[in-house]
């Protein structure tokens, strides 16, 4: 598939024997899920050994809807709840030093087969679809034993008090977009605390136009940070969770939008 740029079993097997040999391979019981799993992430974790990575995951979705007629169950709904297909999570793995792209850490992957039941909020996370951010995260941290340094840097659908409780140790980092508006220990919510930091930098950079979407100008984004302490919130099932945790809070602003808040345990500050 690397060499090829294809995973077109036709293209792949070269000619009608070659395809017949990788489709009884794939068909075959005993090729299984987490085996594949296991050998496509191995190259990446073999090269992490004594660097900072970066892991960036994100969930996306694949549609076989055009495929329909040909394909023979293993397969759910996808985001717009009719098409056929399955969801996938990845970690990617990149240098944080050299910025190169090293492979995947790892691979959650799973079929929607079932509503969301209407006690969603009620569910504990481990039943929960976005249980994906906390288990990609626990596998990635599991597997780069040998890396110096791992920061997991996620969207807001990653703001999950379970994960910043669980996943975040002497050697793992999180980077998450803040997604809700949390209490403090001091009782002030979030958002308001942040509104009234004071700037600490600001950061200039021309914006190209986008025909019918703006205009050429220069954005001028004022900074503020500093350290918060958020209190577990009375919808976290796992009592066993610490009744608080200490982050670090970014806001990234421009002078005429609301901007966007950024939550992070880093232990070198």
């Known amino acids: ?33 987490d085996e594949l799993i296991e050998n496509i992430t191995l190259k990446g974790i073999e090269s992490t050994q004594g660097r900072h990575i970066l892991g960036i995951q994100d969930t996306t979705e694949v549609n076989y809807q055009a495929h329909a007629a040909r394909i023979i169950g293993g397969l759910g709904t996808v985001g717009n709840g009719k098409d056929l297909g399955f969801f996938m999570h990845p970690m990617l793995l990149v240098d944080a030093e050299l910025e190169t792209c090293l492979g995947l850490g790892a691979i959650k992957t799973w079929v929607r087969t079932t509503q969301a039941r209407k006690d969603y909020s009620k569910q504990p996370i481990e039943e929960k679809e976005s249980f994906r951010w906390l288990a990609a995260a626990e596998q990635t941290k599991k597997n780069l034993t040998e890396a110096s340094m791992l920061t997991i840097i996620a969207d807001r659908e990653s703001d999950i008090y379970e994960e910043w409780d669980r996943i975040p140790n002497q050697k793992t980092q999180m980077i998450t977009r803040c997604c809700r508006d949390r209490k403090l220990s001091t009782g ?48 976290c099932l796992d009592k066993n969770t610490a009744k608080s945790i200490k982050l670090y809070v970014i806001d990234v602003k421009e002078s005429s939008s609301s901007g966007s808040i950024i939550l992070g345990f880093l232990d070198n500050w």
């Open 188 to 235: 002030v919510m979030l958002y308001t605390h942040v509104k009234n930091l004071e700037i600490s930098g600001l950061y200039e950079f021309e914006v190209k136009a986008r025909v019918g979407k703006r205009s050429a100008h220069k954005a001028r984004l004022e900074i503020r940070f500093g350290e918060v302490e958020i209190k577990r919130p009375k919808n």
């Open 1 to 33: 598939m690397l060499e090829k740029q294809t995973v077109c079993l036709r293209q792949l097997g070269g000619n009608r024997a070659g395809e017949m040999r990788l489709g009884r391979w794939l068909s075959n019981e005993q090729v299984t899920h």
